[in-house]
């Protein structure tokens, strides 16, 4: 892609430091980088780093909105950002976050379009149009009247494109935009980008902890460490070849481009037994009259480490929901530890099983993230001892320990994703639930987590993971379990679907990293196309 010979700063942030309490110990501290027009950046960094803060603090929505302190200059074309009226800057700089449905006020597709148009004045008799060919260029033209909350995670999300590409902002700033979708979508997202990128030589900052797909119209990486400093900025080639060892050590992803050669584990232990922990007989649930799944039959042995895939919308949530006893089925049952789980108590229940939402903030009830994870041993009587020596053991695990006393809600995203699971883990329950357990998560935080997981699987806990990562069915699950057109489509061990080339074309899985059929970085998969 062809960029401008002459690079013009947009955006100039100098020795910015930002926190939501006080400047002592700022969670960004004194950073300097710029951001040209055209170009495309890629912000890397730990969970925790700051980067989505960063991306608020550049549309001048932070401090003032969570009352934080800053100190530093940003400038927008050569203005400092403090000079703007409020809101003003918001229509030049847009941000698409990773969750669309926190960006939706209206419940059609229409209607949310009309409604950002309505916001910037637009005339009435060129509303219409402006949404035709907005949806037409993010490829949603056919759903112009669907109700959002129909439409599949992808399609969530370039409707949430739409909305602010409608604002026409010179800077576009993804932040972890694909972490909710499954392969396919992530990949049919990141193409619309690239697309749009470079049609429109617009300046894109994108945050992700997974690079690889973004390479191929990426000209610069920026990286910040723990403490919300600058650590690199450079070409994305010159940056993995060369500084490999320094992003490894602050937890960073290293795109598989520039990952030694990868092979399957062969030490692969299960721990599995032939004792079952939860069976599913031909169950069905229906939400209103719409068929989610239908005659699902599912048998689990404890210690077994299980995966359930398939693309946005295909019920995998729903099936975890079920397991749980959160949803009821239509009909089937559901029996754990061989008694129905509609004879369980509810308490007794919560005993024996553990449930990881997709969405963290959904799981927490207390106001410090220390009270947060000893909640349910104070439940359970644990002596004060007890409790804090078990909870100062998994702050330090899942490396909370600085944050003890924060509110939960003040967490960034894998803090949030990282406390959820500890708060399950104050005893070893005999089936742990799931739901995305690695998004958000730095390599690092994600490779501890699931040693944890690994060590709980040695000790018998059945686990059960809803994902979208492939890697991580890979090189740990025992069996995985496709859904797919609402039914069962596959149950075996990986290797075995792995070889199953039409089903991960039509659930719209991908290969994992040691399969990739990739020709060279950003190349899409012979599998789906």
């Not at 000079?83 to 209607?111: A, R, W, Y």
Request: net charge negative; with cysteine; hydrophobic share 35%.
């Amino acid at each position: 892609m062809e960029k401008m010979t002459q690079l013009k700063p947009l955006i100039e942030v100098s020795g910015f430091s930002f926190d939501y309490e006080q400047l002592d110990e700022p969670l960004i501290s004194e950073v300097s980088f710029t951001l040209n027009e055209g170009e495309t950046t890629l912000l890397m960094g730990p969970s925790g780093s700051g980067k989505s803060s960063i991306s608020l603090c550049l549309n001048g929505l932070y401090p003032d909105a969570v009352e934080g302190a800053s100190s530093g200059d940003i400038f927008f074309k050569g203005q400092n950002i403090k000079q703007f009226d409020k809101g003003q800057l918001n229509q030049h700089i847009g941000i698409v976050f990773q969750d669309p449905e926190s960006q939706f006020c209206m419940i059609t597709v229409e209607n949310e379009l009309a409604f950002t148009l309505e916001n910037i004045q637009t005339p009435r008799e060129e509303i219409e149009t402006k949404i035709d060919q907005i949806l037409e260029s993010v490829e949603m033209l056919d759903y112009k009247y669907s109700n959002i909350h129909e439409l599949s995670g992808g399609q969530k999300q370039k409707i949430a494109l739409a909305s602010v590409l409608l604002l026409e902002p010179e800077l576009l700033i993804l932040d972890e935009p694909t972490a909710n979708l499954d392969p396919v979508s992530s990949l049919e997202f990141i193409e619309l980008i690239k697309t749009i990128n470079e049609t429109t030589n617009k300046t894109v900052l994108i945050i992700e902890h997974q690079a690889d797909d973004w390479l191929s119209f990426t000209d610069r990486v920026l990286v910040l460490n723990i403490n919300g400093q600058l650590i690199a900025n450079e070409e994305a080639e010159t940056l993995f070849n060369r500084q490999k060892q320094l992003l490894e050590n602050e937890g960073v992803f290293i795109p598989k481009a520039y990952q030694d050669e990868i092979t399957h584990p062969s030490s692969k232990v299960n721990h599995s037994s032939t004792e079952l922990c939860l069976t599913i007989n031909n169950l069905t649930f229906k939400r209103k009259k719409q068929t989610i799944l239908t005659n699902l039959n599912m048998q689990l042995n404890k210690g077994e480490m299980v995966a359930i895939v398939g693309e946005n919308g295909a019920g995998k949530s729903t099936l975890l929901q079920l397991m749980a006893g959160i949803l009821k089925p239509k009909c089937g049952d559901i029996t754990f530890l061989n008694e129905s789980l509609t004879k369980w108590k509810e308490q007794e229940l919560r005993q024996h099983m553990g449930f990881v939402f997709q969405n963290p903030e959904h799981q927490f009830i207390t106001d410090t993230v220390y009270d947060e994870v000893s909640f349910g041993m104070r439940l359970n009587d644990y002596d004060e001892k007890a409790i804090k020596e078990r909870t100062d053991n998994l702050l330090s695990h899942f490396q909370l320990s600085n944050h003890k006393w924060n509110n939960p809600f003040s967490l960034s995203g894998g803090q949030k994703r990282r406390l959820s699971v500890a708060t399950m883990l104050d005893e070893t329950p005999d089936l742990l639930l799931f739901d995305e357990p690695t998004f958000g998560q730095d390599a690092k935080t994600t490779n501890e987590l699931m040693n944890i997981v690994k060590d709980l699987q040695s000790r018998g806990t059945t686990i059960v993971f809803v994902t979208h990562d492939m890697d991580l069915v890979d090189l740990y699950c025992d069996q995985v379990y496709v859904i797919n057109n609402h039914k069962l489509a596959f149950d075996g061990q990986p290797h075995k679907l792995w070889e199953q080339t039409e089903l991960i074309k039509d659930a719209r899985l991908r290969l994992p990293v040691r399969l990739d059929r990739v020709q060279k970085v950003g190349e899409t998969y012979d599998l789906v196309h």
